[in-house]
């Protein structure tokens, strides 16, 4: 059995340009995780900590859950901590977050993060997530980091993953050379090898979406739904359809099994809800690197030009032929 940390230096060592930096900051992504997991797995019996609403609203206009602001605060102090990270952007922070180690010219890396996927979960003890994105920054070393090394088109990553707290506490993450799953072993309190190459199957049966704002989609992914529930022995439909409201647990069931989780635009959301950096572009690089497709409906997520921190865009991702069917829909009904 490989632990988390002893994958990540094997691997990363076999590349001649390593500098061990990257090793460094995904060990503090692990750290946050154990400590997040932990509270998490509190959360029915600290509910003062950790349950229910912290009261206060993000820029989203979401109530912010006392979990998302713990999730946060953890995950930014461990970023803080080490040297490699210039600054952070989050679903939870208003704008970027520049720390000290911007002054120095050898940190080179920004990470976006969503620290606490599926909020509305957390109450009633469904599974919740984390997500992150790493960048290299491309403003000048050594300065303060600006916007531009926050907007960046998501083929840009070095590097993204996801943490979900569900029924086994999993960490799952790409640096651009496969997807690779650890499962936390709390007896060890260590993060331990179980899924190594992820490939998400091309063909799948399960399509994840809200169906509640079915009359506000696009005349597409209404006409993409009625096929995924027609007859057709040729094609095994009609499809299952599964939605756990948690954008990481739908995801990574689909990686595993095959599928397709799609949050179109809307009338009373024209971009859709989910947000491009923290939550879209992470995911598309997993899905890509996993054989899987991630786009707008149109166009690939990870080639969208960014132009605010916490822009929305519609979102399909997960099997390729399960992605581009839906995008056929959309193309023709257009
Ligand atoms: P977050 O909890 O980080 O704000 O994300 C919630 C997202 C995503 O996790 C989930 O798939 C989606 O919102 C559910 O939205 P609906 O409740 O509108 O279906
Ligand atoms: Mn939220
Ligand atoms: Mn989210
Ligand atoms: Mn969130």
Known sequence: MITLGEYIVKTQSE????TGELTSLLSSI???AKIVNREINRAGLVTDIIGGSNGSENVQGEVQQKLDVFANDKFKAALEARGEVCGIASEEEDYFVCFDSAKRSDAKYVVLMDP???SSNIDVNVSVGTIFSIYRRVSEPGTPVVMEDFLQPGVNQVAAGYVVYGSSTMLVYTTGNGVHGFTYDPSLGSFCLSH?????PEEGKIYSINEGNYIKFPEGVKKYL???QEQDET?????TSRYIGSLVSDFHRNMLKGGIYIYPSGTSAPNGKLRLL???????FLAEQ???KASDGFQRIMEIKPTELHQRTPYFVGSTAMVEKAESFMTKFS
């Not at 094609?235 to 499809?239: G, W």
Request: proline fraction near 9%.
């Open 15 to 18: 590349h001649p340009s390593a």
């Open 30 to 32: 692990r750290r946050a």
């Open 116 to 118: 606490l996927d599926g």
């Open 196 to 200: 190594e190459n992820i490939r998400i």
């Open 226 to 228: 009625k096929y995924c």
């Open 235 to 239: 094609t095994k439909r009609p499809y």
């Open 278 to 284: 923290y939550e879209c572009n992470p995911l598309a």
């Open 290 to 292: 996993a054989g899987g």
